[in-house]
């Protein structure tokens, strides 16, 4: 990851959205109520780690405001970034790292970030063997199954090794070949002395006796501005109303989530995530619950702009910080709020 700069990466989006390279992007078999305004809406991954999200989806909110959503799942957050460029996707949900890149990148139509949904990482350190009283200098030597290089997972990754004393490319042998989504299969088949992982990945591996979870990245990084929606900046000028009301719904699935237990968010959502059963859905859901992964509402402070960007520096994908106010805008959080 080390040498990558973020121009190279703006320069890799672009080359994307010039080939428009959509493969790998398939629709969730989500959509709201017909009749409302049509908006597609790109997820960068289709996980528990977004309840809120879903709540808003399966209780009918965007409905509600007069919204018929499509949702479809990027599978990374490139893909994703490709298809809000190219006009594939009205909304993108993504790091917000991605914006960056693009803008740094020299896009006119630059994609601008409007409301915030996590605030701490959503994956965790599984072990191959328990651990008991688990530190971060025990990964020294150690082989781990990371992240792309200049995503959220992998910066957040190397930015609690920092934290810790730890050099990410001396004191750590760091796998980034492997797909996302892969590393626990990959994990599973012998790889790799720790794996860094997403629900439910990281509960499968518990279950199967195959892995154990020492950490939570998003305890130990602290808050952190994980994942946000944006949209191109002319698409946000030409269609406020609609963006207003997409947002409306959203507060109101971040309201329900304060607002219920982890059992009950777990009922709500389940027809989302059909293949996990209530126990395990459950308790994935309470796991994200106590380590406070969600925001009550989706003001995207400037405060959390600058974590990300120092994190992005930490990282060595930064070169020179872009400004708050060009990729950041709060009038459709702060309206949604009231």
């Known amino acids: 990851m080390k040498g990558l700069s973020l ?21 969730s078999g989500n959509a709201a109520k017909e009749g409302g305004t049509k908006v597609v809406l790109n997820e960068v991954a289709h996980s528990i780690f977004y309840a809120p999200m879903y709540v808003a989806i399966e209780e009918g909110y965007f409905a509600e ?14 893909k994703t970034m490709t298809a809000v460029l190219t006009g594939e996707a009205d909304i993108g949900f993504m790091g917000s790292e991605s914006t960056i890149y693009t803008y740094a990148g020299g896009t006119e139509d630059y994609v601008v970030n409007f409301a915030q949904l996590t605030q701490r990482a959503g994956n965790f350190l599984v072990s191959r063997e328990p651990v008991e009283n688990f530190t971060w200098d025990m990964l020294k030597g150690k ?52 794996t860094v992982e997403f629900e439910p990945h990281a509960t499968a591996l518990e279950l199967k006796g195959e892995g154990y979870v020492v950490a939570s990245l998003g305890e130990d990084s602290g808050y952190v501005p994980y994942t946000s929606f944006s949209a191109k900046k002319s698409y946000l000028e030409k269609n406020r109303d609609t963006v207003q009301a997409f947002t ?41 619950y106590v380590q406070d992964t969600w925001k009550d509402n989706l003001i995207f402070e400037e405060e959390s702009f600058n974590l990300l960007q120092n994190i992005l520096e930490d990282s060595g994908v930064l070169e020179n910080r872009v400004p708050y106010e060009d990729l950041v805008t709060k009038s459709f959080a702060e309206t949604a709020g009231k």
């Open 7 to 27: 121009k190279r990466i703006g320069a890799v989006c672009l080359a994307l959205l010039m080939t428009a390279v959509m493969a790998g992007c398939g629709d």
């Open 65 to 78: 405001e007069g919204i018929e959503l499509t949702l479809v799942t990027g599978f990374g957050a490139d």
């Open 143 to 194: 082989d781990v199954l990371g992240g792309r290089a200049g995503g959220m997972p992998q910066m957040v990754f190397e930015y609690i090794l920092m934290k810790n004393g730890i050099d990410p490319a001396a004191d750590v042998r760091i796998d980034q070949s492997i797909d996302f989504g892969s590393t626990a299969a990959a994990f599973s088949g012998g790889q790799g002395d720790f």
């Open 248 to 288: 409306n719904a959203l507060q109101k699935g971040m309201d329900y989530v304060q607002s219920h237990t982890p059992a009950e968010i777990a009922k709500v959502i389940a027809p989302q995530f059909q293949e996990t059963d209530m126990e395990a859905l459950t308790t994935i859901v309470e796991r994200y």
